[in-house]
């Protein structure tokens, strides 16, 4: 019986190598300023000493990463020299020769190896349904597809630019580590990941929790309730000493040097301002509106002054600070307690009601959600960090597939504005065109039936409309010239309704579910 499992999956190299050529594909696409940061800090870790790492400002492009992916970039670094040395100049800012492109972009290929291995790991943890002998039909082959052939990721890393795949590789690789049941190795990873980029501090509560509920309790009461007696310190002094390390061999070169501070002050820079450049897809880009809009009505009603109210600084797309004109301005601390509020059921969920590793992924979804949500200064990239987890959940359960394909298809398309130039809206367009009706097709066939209610396909089916005037209609316009970040804002409050949807479906899923005894 053992060799048609190994035979069953002779097809995920073939997917592995097929998406990994196509990425090749896009190595003269356009790239964004994220191209320039990350040569830059190739050229800082190369060319100055670790104490400048973090002090450096020659480009407006600082090193803010934690020290983890600073000796990641160190390490790339070695091979760049190879292939153009120019490339290492600090001061040598926006180059990009042909070799400097290619390298870079080779490095993104080559370390998303890192992710392909955590999705065949992802693979072999979903529940097979019996009797499928249609690879097609698998939830494996699904899940291996809706992960390495993921839209977002695509343009964000092989087009935009960046190393998300390479992150997310270790995200995947930790969840898929618990669903084992291996949960120092997960633990190890996650704190890999931290010390690599800041963001995942996102679900950082849903690991916490469920580890000091699952793994150092040992054992629950007759009645499902938490067994006190059952703790076990020295797993609790074996979760910090893996956590403790890996902080220490990243951050303890610079704290030696009493430089904690300073490279604190890169990873967390509050005077950004509450939103992005362009407005993520979340419901501070909704209370912008709707500040908006009231300050038109009170113009309008001569309720309010035009002259005294404080410059619409946000509406051209600029980082910067911004007070609103009617609604209270808000705070970084106002974000913080918003996020925590918004996160509270679902962690406690998994510690009065522990529903194992799969309701330990449910938490880390609401988390990564409500952090999207509610943060502040969120990069719309972040919705990737719900994405991907959620796609396995979509292929084992039927409601989590119909959420899935509301988050998916509106957070995707929130990330078109991220690719603006007119060569690559045809290959932004049919590459997500492919993946939603992939998504649909292999979701409806997997669980036998239709996902989306009727208004929710009505809402989807919104978005061919934005998307025509925002990609062909508003170019042509009058409008270009007066109003350029209209598309940014139609776009971001559009799916600010689905990923808000998206939402609060996961939270009524996780409230509505029956409690089940504790799996580990």
Known sequence: ??????????????????????????????HSTDFEVHRNWLAITHSLPVSRWYHENTSEWTLDYPPLFAWFEFGLSHVAQHFDRNMLLVENLNYDSPATVLFQRLSVIFTDLVYIFAVRECCRCVQEQKGSRDISNRPSFVLA????????????????????????????????????????QGALLFALLLNLKHIYLYVAPAYGIYLLRSYCFTQDNRDGSIGW??????????????????????????????????????????????????????????YNILDKVLVTLGV??????????????????????????????????ITLVCTLLSILPAVASIWWRPR???????????????????????????????????????????????IFLVLTTTGHYSLFPLIFTPAELPIKAVL???????????????????????????????????????????????????LPFLPLLVTSVYCSLGVTYSFLRLYVSLLRREEKPKQL
């Open 1 to 30: 019986m053992a060799a048609p499992v190994v035979d069953s999956w002779s097809w995920f190299p073939a997917l592995a190598l097929g998406v990994s050529l196509l990425k090749c594909l896009f190595i003269n696409a356009y």
């Open 145 to 184: 597809v809706l992960l390495l052939w993921n839209f977002g990721l695509l343009i964000v890393d092989h087009i935009h630019f960046q190393y998300n795949g390479f992150l997310f590789g270790f995200l995947l690789l930790s969840v898929a580590k618990h669903l084992q049941s291996r949960h120092l």
């Open 229 to 286: 007696r059952s703790f076990s310190p020295l797993r609790l002094i074996a979760l910090g000493s893996i956590v403790g390390s890996v902080c220490a061999l990243s951050f303890g070169p610079f704290i030696a040097m009493g430089q904690l501070p300073q490279v604190l002050s890169r990873l967390f820079p509050f005077k950004r301002g509450l939103c992005h450049a362009y407005w993520a897809p979340n419901i501070w880009a909704l």
């Open 300 to 333: 309008r009603l001569k309720l309010l002054q035009e002259a005294e109210l404080p410059r619409a600084s946000m509406t051209g797309g600029l980082v910067q600070e911004f007070q609103h004109s009617v609604l209270p301005s808000v705070t970084p601390s």
């Open 356 to 402: 194992g590793a799969r309701g330990f992924l449910r938490c880390l979804l609401l988390c990564a959600l409500g952090s999207f949500m509610f943060g502040w200064h969120v990069h719309e990239k972040a919705i990737l960090i719900a994405i991907l987890p959620l796609s396995i959940l979509a292929v084992e359960s039927r409601e989590d597939a119909g």
């Open 432 to 482: 997500m065109l492919m993946f939603v009706i992939y998504s649909f097709a292999a979701l409806r066939k997997l669980h036998s039936g239709p996902l989306l209610h009727p208004l929710e396909s009505i809402y989807l089916l919104g978005l061919v409309v934005v998307a025509t005037a925002c990609e062909i209609a508003f170019p042509l316009s009058p409008w270009q010239q007066k």
